[in-house]
Structure formats: structure tokens, C-alpha cells
């Protein structure tokens, strides 16, 4: 289980550029204890904004990347041997219930059944999170926020989340962003001046046109960044692209020699 904690401080925000009212509606599920839904294509900033809105809260972050393993024990906690004792070790979500803070799990829906039912009494009005194992009932503080993400384009032909769970979140939906907004996004995460950044988020554009097609997913603005990084860093244009915003996206040789035909006709 790859989980993360991260105590945010105020110096220290992550850059995150707004593509509409995310930050006002973040803000206001938080105040009202409202648990969030983030749903939108892989590398579009989701992940980065929760972030952001950690550190401008102020609030503690766990991070959990979910995966086909995941189980509720590896959430809420499980009975481990340390020297010779049997001792209770909270998961991440038991950690953010009892000290506050958010609790991000990041592709919810790659986990195993059993998680939405833990999840469910944190996201109604009762925000209890029953331990059966110890006998706890953990309520809930004001400071603690539940949020799931997903990729709703790519786990259609895979996993869904289901109504009953979905209809429980205040939901926002994500998308890349126009690309004078991406353009600057790159060019602050990158270092690369907005003039060279163009073209690769003109080619992303293209790229991401044929997602449905020839790909399962377009380029993600992570993967642009990756790109303008290594330029910046004085690798040729034509390497990094190839290695950022081709080789990461298909195996198919056919796809793959198309993919560069594209790119040429861009980037030159």
C-alpha cells in the first residue's frame, strides 16, 4: 500500500492553478464536513490540488494510492506482532479520524468492495468510523475530511463506483485546462519559457484528440511538465517528447511511429 502523510505548512503551498470554482467549493464542503468526490482524467491536477488545499487549510494530508489489493484492514488498521506483544497499529484513515485532517484516497475505485462499506458511515450524517476489531466507535472531529478521487473515462471499461457510494459525496468534476492556462501551468512547474512551452501543449492537444481511438489516454499536463523539465534540463525536444509524451502512452510499434508523425507535423 503506498500511503503518504504529509503536515502542510503555511509556507509551503503547492502551486495549483484554478480551472473554475474548485477552491470555493473545496472550502465550503470542508466547513460544512462534507466528503468529496474528484473525478476526471489521470494527470489533470487532481491529486495536486488536494494538496494545495491542504496546506491552504492548514490541515494534515494521508495520501493513499489505491490498487486491486487494498483492503479496509489496510485502512483502518490491523493487529501486528512487536517484540513478542499483538498490538493494535491504526491504518492511515483511522489515523486522520482520530487526529483530524484529510484523508485522500487517490483512485478509490481500484480498491477492493469491502472499502466503499467502511467508508459509507463517514459519509452520511453519522461521520462514525466503527472499528470492529478493538470495539471503537471513532466520531468524526470538525477538522477531519474525507476525499476519493477517480478516473471516471478510464475505469468505465474497468470498475465503477457505485450510485449508492457515488450519491454519498459532494462531487467536482476535472478536466485539463485551456491552453493559455496550461501553457502557464508548465511553464512555473517546468522552468521552460511559455514561448518553447506552446508547441508541447499544442501537441498534447492533439494527442489527447485521439484518446478513445488509437489510445486509452491522452498526454497529462504531468507529463508535459516531465517533458518541458528535461528540456529545460538541455535534452533535445525531440528526445524528451518522445519519451514523455509517446513512450508512456502505447507499446504499439503502429501507434507509436503515428504518434511521431504528429509530433514532427508540431513540434517540427
Not at 509524451?245 to 513540434?267: F, H, Y
Request: proline letters at 6%; charged letters at 25%; a negative charge.
Amino acid at each position: 500500500m503506498n500511503v503518504a502523510a504529509f503536515v502542510p505548512s503555511k509556507t509551503a503551498i503547492p502551486y495549483y492553478a484554478p480551472g473554475g470554482n474548485e477552491v470555493a467549493l473545496f472550502e465550503r464542503a470542508w466547513a460544512g464536513q462534507l466528503p468529496l468526490l474528484l473525478k476526471g482524467p489521470t494527470g489533470c491536477g487532481k491529486t495536486r490540488f488536494v494538496a494545495h488545499m491542504a496546506a491552504r487549510l492548514g490541515l494534515p494530508l494521508h495520501t493513499v494510492s489505491c490498487h486491486d489489493d487494498l483492503t479496509a484492514a489496510d485502512l483502518t488498521g490491523r493487529y501486528l506482532l512487536k517484540g513478542g506483544d499483538t498490538v493494535w497499529t491504526d491504518g492511515p484513515l483511522t489515523r486522520a479520524v482520530r487526529e483530524g485532517g484529510i484523508c485522500y484516497l487517490d483512485e478509490v475505485v481500484e480498491a477492493r468492495k469491502d472499502v466503499a462499506v467502511v467508508l459509507h458511515p463517514l459519509t452520511d450524517d453519522r461521520r462514525i468510523l466503527p472499528l470492529e476489531r478493538t470495539g471503537e466507535e471513532l466520531a468524526a472531529p470538525q477538522s477531519f475530511m474525507l476525499v476519493v478521487s477517480y478516473n471516471p473515462g478510464y475505469q468505465s471499461l474497468i470498475k465503477t463506483m457505485k450510485p449508492s457510494t457515488r450519491q454519498r459525496f459532494v462531487a467536482i468534476e476535472f478536466d485539463f485546462l485551456p491552453p493559455e492556462q496550461e501553457m502557464a501551468v508548465v511553464a512555473a512547474e517546468s522552468g521552460l519559457s511559455e514561448t518553447r512551452v506552446r508547441p508541447l501543449v499544442q501537441l498534447a492537444g492533439r494527442l489527447r484528440a485521439l484518446k478513445g481511438q488509437d489510445l486509452e489516454e491522452g498526454v497529462s499536463t504531468r507529463l508535459i511538465v516531465y517533458c518541458a523539465s528535461l528540456i529545460e534540463a538541455g535534452l533535445p525536444t525531440r528526445e524528451a517528447v518522445l519519451a514523455t509524451m509517446i513512450e508512456p502512452l502505447t507499446d504499439d510499434a503502429d501507434v507509436k511511429a503515428a504518434l511521431v508523425e504528429i509530433a514532427r507535423a508540431v513540434i517540427g
